[in-house]
């Protein structure tokens, strides 16, 4: 520690007997924020980072921020299985984290410590913060890898990015999620009906006719006794009531059986062919022919005429 803070001229005092350590600037100190720097490593001590990784602090490109997860979640074993979340199965979400960020991260009790650039720090609390609401940083950590995919192409540097992002819906909504989500649903097809030239569903409600108000309610049902009061049943025996179901039951599918065959008759009836007219046919249908054309030619005649006698 002193070995590591000496370069920058700072010295450090260890105590053992209150359990604290402190940093303060001497003569040689030249930069005004390293006091700054130093308390920092000395946050990341406490926290559990190693001395080696804790001294990368001092560097003027490697910011850090302690992240309190304590106070977000009230029930203890579901605190713990979010916690556990961050860092994954062996590791693998935490060091996926690490690479896409190029932060280090470390979890410790109630806190995640995070050492990097800035840009990596804020995506890092986002992940962190959103994993503690109940947000698995699969999600997060598909959105950075989408993102660095297109940092790479240049075209896309002064364009919007939103079109490629996935979109993650919640399954459970809240009453008003809902209505929101409802609202807009209306809206997109009431456009896609104003589009198509169609009245909006709104008007289309309007003009239904209102059914007239009644204040009195509908009539009360009868009850099954009833009916069967009405019908009889009620005072057959048990097996004059079996008997009764048997023969409506046979009834039944005797009907079934009824149109099964009808259906599959009609499978070997014959169709309907076009039968050769006779000599006798034939003469007929052209002498109404030529008649009918002898018809409409004296009428065309008259028709004529008329306009020629109009005219004159």
Known sequence: ???????????????????????????????????????????????GVAVGQAVKILNDDVACDIIKIGNIVRNKERFVKRRQ????????TLKAIELLTQCYVLVQGNTVSVMGPFKGLKEVRRIVLDCMKNIHPIYRIKELMIKRELAKDPQLAAESWDRFLPKFRKKHLKTSEKTARKNERIQEKNEARKAAGLPSLEEVKEKKEKKVYTPFPPPQQPRKVDLQLESGEYF?????????????????????????????????????????????????????????????????????????DSST
């Open 1 to 47: 520690m002193t070995q590591s803070l000496d370069p920058h001229g700072i010295a450090c005092t260890l105590d053992l007997i209150h359990g604290s350590m402190s940093v303060r600037t001497t003569r040689k100190t030249y930069d005004p924020y390293i006091i700054l720097k130093a308390r920092d490593m000395i946050k990341l001590l406490a926290r």
């Open 85 to 92: 979340r961050i860092i994954g199965p062996d590791g693998s």
């Open 236 to 308: 057959l025996k048990a097996h004059e009531k079996e008997a009764r179901e048997a023969k409506k039951r046979k009834e039944k599918q005797e009907e079934v059986t009824a149109e099964r065959r009808a259906k599959r008759a009609e499978a070997f009836v014959a169709p309907e062919e076009d039968v050769a007219l006779t000599v006798e046919e034939k003469r007929k249908r052209k002498h109404s022919k030529v008649e009918e054309d002898a018809n409409l030619g004296d009428s065309t005649k008259k028709k004529k005429k008329k306009k020629a």
